[in-house]
Every structure is written in structure tokens, then in C-alpha cells.
């Protein structure tokens, strides 16, 4: 929520200079597929590696190894862009090869239930923010592990409020309006003659 929401104030400072910044998250964390989720989140950055890398590098028109290729290109200078330690461009490749695998029909798509579609893209993504915080793979190795494997940790009481936060934290990333659609809801933005946005 940290970035979306500096995000969602850099629009909203825009707008008292009446600036009018584009959006640049859509709630991410509701994608159905791992396309979505690259259309829902930083959306400029994406807009970017799409418009300046994958395109120019031909994107899905010369075959599908081609675009299984160009996939996996960008979004290995898209995790190179971050910064320059190969955690990054691990991240990177991990999204290509998502994005190459949802192409080919191996994940879950926008036919399936949604509720399967989420749950998969949100772990996936959630695997691959490992990638992009650890400063080493061996980090990321380690954070994995914990993630996965069952370890001595806290009380069956701690177990259960954890769980019953997870359980809150999920219900409003997945439910809740994000914040500009709470506008449309309340009829603020027409109220504003913001109507637009």
C-alpha cells in the first residue's frame, strides 16, 4: 500500500496546482492473471518497458518463441532499471518467465475462476517480491524458507491472531474500493467537476 498510496498523493498534490497526473496503480493485488497484474501495477513503468522495449523488440509479432523472447528481455531490463544487483534482474526474469508461461497458457487465466486466478497471481507476485527486497540470493533463500517451511515460531494464540490479521489484510486488498474508486462511489468527482479521472 506505501507505494500506491505516495502514488495516489502525488495525484492529489497535482491536483491542487490542477495538474492531472495519470494513475499509476490500479490495485494490483485483485489481478486475475499475471498480465493484469503488469497492467495494474506501476502502471508508467510499465507503460514504459512496453512502449520502449517490447514493442521496438517486435513484441508478439514475429512468432511465439519471438514473444516468449521479448518477454523475458524486457522484463530483465525492466528489473535491471531498479538498480544494478542481479537480485533484480532475478526478479526480472522471474516476471518474463511468468508473463511467457500465463502466454502460454500454463497459469491460470481470465477464464478461470477468479478466485483461483487471484490467489495464484498473488502468491506468485508475493514469491517475487522475495527476489526484489533481498539484498543476496542467499537472503532470498533464507526468506523463502521461512516462508515455506514449517519452523518453531510463535504460540497457537500468536498462530491465531496472525491468521485472523492475514485474514482482514486480505479481505481489504481483494474487497475494499482502492482510492479512486471510492470517489466514484461517493460522487466526489463529479461534485469536484472532476468527472474524468
Do not use: C
Given at each position: 500500500f506505501d507505494f500506491s498510496g505516495y502514488s495516489d498523493m502525488a495525484v492529489g498534490l497535482a491536483l491542487m496546482f490542477g495538474l492531472r497526473l495519470p494513475r499509476n496503480f490500479n490495485s494490483p493485488y485483485k489481478a486475475v492473471d499475471v498480465p493484469d497484474f503488469w497492467r495494474r501495477w506501476h502502471i508508467s513503468l510499465s507503460s514504459v518497458l512496453r512502449d520502449y522495449l517490447y514493442i521496438p523488440l517486435g513484441g508478439?509479432?514475429?512468432?511465439?518463441?519471438?514473444?516468449y523472447g521479448n518477454l523475458i528481455l524486457t522484463m530483465l531490463l525492466g528489473g535491471l532499471w531498479h538498480g544494478a544487483n542481479w537480485t533484480f534482474v532475478a526478479w526480472g526474469g522471474y516476471h518474463g518467465l511468468l508473463l511467457s508461461a500465463a502466454r502460454a497458457g500454463f497459469l491460470p487465466g481470465s477464464n478461470a475462476p477468479?478466485?483461483?486466478?487471484?490467489?495464484?497471481?498473488?502468491?506468485?507476485?508475493?514469491?517475487?517480491?522475495?527476489?526484489?527486497?533481498?539484498?543476496?540470493?542467499?537472503?532470498?533463500?533464507?526468506?523463502?524458507?521461512?516462508?515455506?517451511?514449517?519452523t518453531q515460531g510463535p504460540s497457537i494464540a500468536g498462530w491465531a491472531l496472525l491468521l485472523i490479521l492475514l485474514i482482514i489484510a486480505a479481505a481489504l486488498a481483494h474487497l475494499a474500493p482502492n482510492t479512486f474508486e471510492l470517489p466514484h462511489q461517493w460522487g466526489l468527482w463529479s461534485t469536484l467537476g472532476l468527472a474524468g479521472l
Open positions: 508478439n509479432r514475429k512468432g511465439e518463441a519471438r514473444t477468479k478466485w483461483l486466478g487471484r490467489t495464484v497471481t498473488f502468491l506468485l507476485v508475493v514469491v517475487g517480491w522475495v527476489l526484489f527486497r533481498a539484498d543476496t540470493f542467499t537472503m532470498a533463500m533464507g526468506l523463502l524458507r521461512r516462508m515455506f517451511l514449517w
